[in-house]
T-cell receptor
Framework: AQRVTQPEKLLSVFKGAPVELKCNYS??????LFWYVQYSRQRLQLLLR??SRESIKGFTADLNKGETSFHLKKPFAQEEDSAMYYC???????????FGTGTRLTVIP | ETGVTQTPRHLVMGMTNKKSLKCEQH?????MYWYKQSAKKPLELMFV???????ENNSVPSRFSPECPNSSHLFLHLHTLQPEDSALYLC?????????????FGQGTRLTVV
């Protein structure tokens, strides 16, 4: 069965410092992986997906199949990055998203 | 209104009540989902509808009954719930198919069972 693990419930970094939110997954096939973000009082929304290989708001995430990881990184954190971040996995050919427990990122001014 | 809209935003119900949650999407999507978000737990996928057919029922108790009358509307009918069913219920939609698998979420319904 598929599983998404985000080991850190809370993460605090200073403004301008690098940030890395960890995500590991287990799935026997080739999944699609995503990062979703929820800012205060806003709805959950897509941040980025691994197939796009793009940088959104300075964030990047590389799929490492050997380590089954999809860590989210940003070299210089900003205060507006403070939010709840969820890693999610979609099984090949399916329409269902499975989420991790989320990491609350706080960027300290 | 655009996007995914859920009503009501808050609901308090007794264990013997019957109520329904409503979700409406104005994005032209063909797949809709119900998720449950409890404290300290991951977002739990409950049901998936694709082209108005239920394609996944993730071992959800029968006291939760989904209904998808058309591709724009999704309901979750509730009856004889338990206090542990108190949670935030999120609806989402997406356009199922290759290359576009982004899910759009509603604001959620905060359910309290007393």
């Amino acid at each position: 069965a598929q599983r998404v693990t985000q080991p850190e419930k809370l993460l605090s970094v200073f403004k301008g410092a690098p940030v890395e939110l960890k995500c590991n997954y287990s799935y026997s096939g080739s999944p699609e992986l995503f990062w979703y973000v929820q800012y205060s009082r806003q709805r959950l929304q897509l941040l980025l997906r691994h197939i796009s290989r793009e940088s959104i708001k300075g964030f990047t995430a590389d799929l490492n199949k050997g380590e089954t990881s999809f860590h989210l990184k940003k070299p210089f954190a900003q205060e507006e990055d403070s939010a709840m971040y969820y890693c999610a996995l979609m099984k090949t050919g399916a329409n269902n998203l499975f989420f991790g427990t989320g990491t609350r990122l706080t960027v300290i001014p | 209104e655009t996007g995914v809209t859920q009503t009501p935003r808050h609901l308090v119900m007794g264990m013997t009540n019957k109520k329904s949650l409503k979700c409406e999407q104005h994005l032209g999507h063909n797949a809709m989902y119900w998720y449950k978000q409890s404290a300290k737990k991951p977002l739990e996928l409950m049901f998936v509808y694709s082209l108005e057919e239920r394609v996944e029922n993730n071992s959800v108790p029968s006291r939760f009954s989904p209904e998808c009358p058309n591709s724009s509307h999704l309901f979750l009918h509730l009856h004889t719930l338990q206090p542990e069913d108190s949670a935030l219920y999120l609806c989402a939609s997406s356009q199922a198919g290759e290359g576009n698998t982004e899910a759009f979420f509603g604001q959620g319904t905060r359910l309290t069972v007393v």
